[in-house]
């Protein structure tokens, strides 16, 4: 079982940055993908950011390309979003989420909720103009 803990949500002005901080716990078996997901009120749950435990591969979501950067610290079992330049429609919940398997295939990311077997609680973000 594996259990993710979020932290380091908040509110910001626009242009301005947060530092997201997933810590893992539990064991999965194979390949792992981290994920960051966000979901604003009346809206589905997207991915924003994955990226591979293993070799550190990462992909962005178009909206968050060049503003958001996926990082890990495996020693610390930590994963991170440092999120600059943010403006109000980043603003949601934020959360982290892990599959076993790859973070993508059969010609797609694995952005869907539907795609991670675990989750974290989830941090706010809120970004006001």
């Known amino acids: 079982q594996v259990q993710l803990v979020e932290s380091g949500g908040g509110s910001v002005q626009a242009g301005g940055s947060l530092r997201l901080s997933c810590t893992t716990s539990?064991?999965?078996?194979?390949?792992?993908?981290m994920g960051w997901f966000r979901q604003a009120p009346g809206k589905e749950r997207e991915g924003v950011a994955l990226i591979y435990r293993d070799s550190g591969i990462a992909y962005y979501a178009d909206s968050v390309k060049g503003r958001f950067t996926v990082s890990q610290d495996n020693a610390k079992n930590t994963v991170y979003l440092q999120m600059n330049s943010l403006t109000p429609d980043d603003t949601g919940m934020y959360y982290c989420?892990?599959?076993?398997?790859?973070?993508?295939?059969?010609?797609?990311?694995?952005?869907?909720?539907?795609?991670?077997?675990?989750w974290g609680q989830g941090t706010q973000v809120t970004v006001s103009s």
């Open positions: 539990g064991y999965t078996y194979g390949r792992t993908c």
């Open positions: 989420a892990a599959r076993e398997g790859a973070c993508g295939g059969f010609g797609r990311w694995y952005v869907q909720q539907s795609d991670f077997s675990y």
